[in-house]
């Protein structure tokens, strides 16, 4: 290379280096509060932050319960410009506290594959229901229970594990669907039952399946999870399985249809980078990863399922309460749940 070009090559370089540099330190901070299960590949979060000049800083405040609690407590002073993870279990809570704000995003007015009341704009969808391990049944001769009133026997004593619902957002979901599907008092008499029968409580999900649950070496066959967590098993096994060792059982009054959301949160900052964010959330791209990074159905319509969710056919039927009963009930039916199975 010629000692002239070679120099204007590098003085242009350099220059476009600094010109970077100097973009990428100026950059305005977006700043995303999340549950702590958010997962998005980093090559799709550089892009977005590429395209739209910012900064992404993630804060992942713990279960979606709890995030919505540091919402609301620093709603003077918010913590966020933009939040994702609010589902439709904790959307009256959020909707009563006045913390998001309205999307003028082309995303918030396509029709999405699962509702939420605005200004929430859907981004996945997912089952909680109850899974259970088809060795530890074939093994021991118990037939698969086919009612919720079957875990209440003499039969299926120690059998089941689920997850708190003042700490856990399946545990809530959970106890949602029974009352959505009995009635507030007839599902507190369940509980009862349960609790009877030796009903074992975990913390959170992660506890109740990796600890509890007899698939991962616990002692409880039955566990509350989710209708994709047996396409999850076959995607992350170490050895090649044609068929998952675990299957959902959805039993009516056992399943709750979870949509989570994204949305402006009311006093944020950079409102033109958080509406860029909410419709990055619904692109293809990011859809079409999520699936099999946060196991959740894709709620932008006409994005593909994942291969792996042949493995996790969506439930038929699912059953919870109205929203005006969650919002006005809710925090009451997790004291009287405390009451009844722990206390």
Same mark, same amino acid.
């Given at each position: 290379?010629?000692?002239?070009?070679?120099?204007?090559?590098?003085?242009?370089?350099?220059?476009?280096?600094?010109?970077?540099?100097?973009?990428?330190?100026?950059?305005?901070?977006?700043?995303?509060?999340?549950?702590?299960?958010?997962?998005?590949?980093?090559?799709?979060?550089?892009?977005?932050?590429?395209?739209?000049?910012?900064?992404?800083?993630?804060?992942?405040?713990?279960?979606?319960?709890?995030?919505?609690?540091?919402?609301?407590?620093?709603?003077?002073?918010?913590?966020?410009?933009?939040?994702?993870?609010?589902?439709?279990?904790?959307?009256?809570?959020?909707?009563?506290?006045?913390?998001?704000?309205?999307?003028?995003?082309?995303?918030?007015?396509?029709?999405?594959?699962?509702?939420?009341?605005? =200004?929430?704009?859907?981004?996945?969808?997912?089952?909680?229901?109850?899974?259970?391990?088809?060795?530890?049944?074939?093994? %021991?001769?118990?037939?698969?229970?086919?009612?919720?009133?079957?875990?209440?026997?003499?039969?299926?004593?120690?059998?089941?594990?689920?997850?708190?619902?003042?700490?856990?957002?399946?545990?809530?979901?959970?106890?949602?669907?029974?009352?959505?599907?009995?009635?507030?008092?007839?599902?507190?008499?369940?509980?009862?039952?349960?609790?009877? %029968?030796?009903?074992?409580?975990?913390?959170?999900?992660?506890?109740?399946?990796?600890?509890?649950?007899?698939?991962?070496?616990?002692?409880?066959?039955?566990?509350?999870?989710?209708?994709?967590?047996?396409?999850?098993?076959?995607?992350?096994?170490?050895?090649?399985?044609?068929?998952?060792?675990?299957?959902?059982?959805?039993?009516?009054?056992?399943?709750?249809?979870?949509?989570?959301?994204?949305?402006?949160?009311?006093?944020?900052?950079?409102?033109?980078?958080?509406?860029?964010?909410?419709?990055?959330?619904?692109? =293809?791209?990011?859809?079409?990863?999520?699936?099999?990074?946060?196991?959740?159905? =894709?709620?932008?319509?006409?994005?593909?399922?994942?291969?792996?969710?042949?493995?996790?056919?969506?439930?038929?039927?699912?059953?919870?309460?109205?929203?005006?009963?969650?919002?006005?009930?809710?925090?009451?039916?997790?004291?009287?749940?405390?009451?009844?199975?722990?206390?």
């Amino acid at each position: 290379m010629p000692h002239g070009i070679f120099s204007f090559f590098k003085t242009t370089l350099g220059a476009a280096l600094l010109t970077a540099g100097l973009t990428a330190a100026n950059a305005a901070d977006l700043r995303v509060l999340t549950h702590s299960s958010f997962t998005v590949p980093k090559p799709l979060l550089a892009q977005f932050e590429k395209d739209n000049g910012v900064k992404l800083r993630i804060t992942k405040g713990g279960d979606a319960g709890e995030m919505l609690n540091k919402l609301i407590l620093t709603k003077a002073n918010p913590i966020a410009d933009v939040v994702y993870g609010i589902d439709n279990a904790f959307a009256p809570k959020a909707l009563a506290a006045g913390v998001l704000d309205t999307s003028t995003t082309a995303a918030a007015g396509r029709k999405p594959a699962a509702e939420l009341p605005a =200004p929430l704009v859907p981004v996945d969808y997912g089952y909680v229901t109850l899974n259970y391990d088809k060795a530890w049944f074939a093994k %021991n001769g118990v037939a698969v229970p086919k009612t919720l009133d079957d875990l209440t026997q003499p039969a299926y004593a120690k059998l089941l594990v689920v997850q708190n619902p003042a700490t856990s957002s399946p545990g809530y979901a959970f106890l949602l669907s029974t009352i959505g599907a009995m009635g507030e008092d007839k599902a507190f008499d369940f509980w009862a039952k349960l609790r009877a %029968n030796g009903l074992k409580v975990a913390k959170g999900w992660t506890e109740a399946y990796y600890t509890e649950f007899s698939q991962n070496g616990g002692k409880h066959p039955i566990v509350v999870s989710y209708a994709t967590s047996p396409a999850a098993e076959v995607f992350y096994s170490k050895t090649k399985l044609s068929e998952p060792p675990t299957a959902s059982l959805s039993l009516p009054g056992a399943v709750f249809r979870q949509v989570e959301g994204v949305a402006l949160v009311k006093g944020g900052k950079q409102r033109p980078a958080a509406e860029k964010f909410v419709e990055f959330m619904r692109s =293809p791209a990011v859809q079409t990863a999520m699936q099999t990074d946060m196991w959740m159905y =894709p709620a932008e319509a006409g994005v593909a399922k994942a291969d792996a969710f042949r493995f996790a056919p969506e439930p038929t039927a699912f059953n919870a309460p109205s929203d005006a009963d969650i919002a006005a009930k809710g925090s009451d039916w997790v004291a009287r749940w405390t009451k009844v199975v722990l206390k």
